[in-house]
């Protein structure tokens, strides 16, 4: 079993920036892949970012240019730089992570982004 645990939302101006973790209670290293997920009321869930063990990664088209995901393997934690934040990210953002026998979610971590 894999436990998720993501921290770092909160409420920011349009224009503004966040950092959210997700630390991994595995080895991140013996991790396929962990990715962002975000899902905002009344929509369904959708990619955000995702890296893989090899460390390529994947950007869900409406973050292009203004996301970063990147890790700190010391740490098994998975970091999702946002920048450029507008009113259409607000959403509860959802740590993944794939293993052989499944996948699993973090509890979410909630995104306002607001004047």
């Known amino acids: 079993q894999v436990q998720l645990v993501e921290s770092g939302g909160n409420l920011v101006q349009p224009g503004g920036s966040l950092k959210l973790s997700c630390t991994s209670s595995?080895?991140?290293?013996?991790?396929?892949?962990m990715a962002w997920y975000r899902q905002a009321p009344g929509n369904e869930r959708e990619l955000v970012a995702r890296?893989?063990?090899?460390?390529?990664?994947d950007y869900g088209d409406s973050v292009k240019g203004r996301v970063t995901i990147f890790r700190d393997n010391a740490k098994n934690t998975v970091y999702l730089r946002m920048n450029n934040l507008n009113t259409e990210d607000t959403a509860v953002y959802y740590c993944?992570?794939?293993?052989?026998?499944?996948?699993?979610w973090g509890q979410g971590t909630q995104v306002i982004v607001s004047l």
């Open positions: 595995r080895s991140i290293v013996s991790i396929y892949a």
């Open positions: 993944n992570a794939e293993v052989p026998e499944g996948q699993y």
């Open positions: 890296i893989r063990a090899s460390g390529s990664t």
